[in-house]
């Protein structure tokens, strides 16, 4: 009686140890299993990129899995530098690689302007300016997914901008390179 107690509880374990709360699991449509823990993200049982710290939120549902026209796109979330949004981390999984593509201010991934195609991104932090009439540009990046393939969308870009900023700046760093260049404070109307 003892021993299929015994026995109960080791076919169990393996069960216990795939549902701890630091590892994430997915398959995609073309049967690539694909792990993450420890900060390590494992295809088809091989490693195949190795974050420099485990800094993952593992609990966040923006870790997902997105296929299109056959790429297989792997997004994690990880936590932002002190005073930073998060970070959303993007792969193109190819056989048993993870490529890294981008990383980006962490957002949902949906179709923001409705143009059939998933955006995701954003704009970090505002920090405060020291003259109450002016505000650091904070410029936004989004990228969206379109035909099997990961690209800047300029178009939402920009429309963001100028919704946040009341303008668009191609080039947003100030004179040191450093970002961002002061700009005046909307009007409110």
Do not use: W
Not at 118 to 131: D, I, M, R, W
Request: hydrophobic share 40%.
């Amino acid at each position: 009686m003892i021993s299929r107690i015994v026995i109960l509880m080791l076919l169990s374990l393996p069960a216990m140890a795939q549902s701890t709360t630091n590892r994430l699991n997915f398959k995609s449509g073309q049967s690539q299993m694909i792990g993450v823990y420890q900060g390590t993200i494992f295809v088809n049982g091989q490693r195949a990129h190795q974050f420099a710290t485990d800094n993952i939120v593992y609990k966040s549902k923006r870790n997902k899995l997105v296929e299109d026209k056959n790429s297989v796109f792997l997004f994690i979330e990880t936590l932002g530098e002190a005073g930073k949004k998060n970070r959303l981390n993007v792969f193109n999984i190819v056989f048993s690689r993870a490529d890294s593509i981008t990383s980006v201010v962490a957002s949902d991934v949906k179709d923001f302007d409705r143009d059939g195609y998933l955006e995701f991104g954003g704009s970090e932090v505002a920090t405060p300016h020291p003259s109450a009439d002016s505000l650091y540009y904070l410029p936004a990046e989004f990228y969206e997914i379109k035909k099997g393939h990961v690209a800047f969308d300029a178009e939402y870009t920009q429309m963001i901008d100028n919704k946040v900023n009341g303008t668009y700046l191609v080039s947003p760093l100030n004179k040191n390179g450093q970002c961002c260049v002061a700009i005046p404070k909307k009007k409110k109307k």
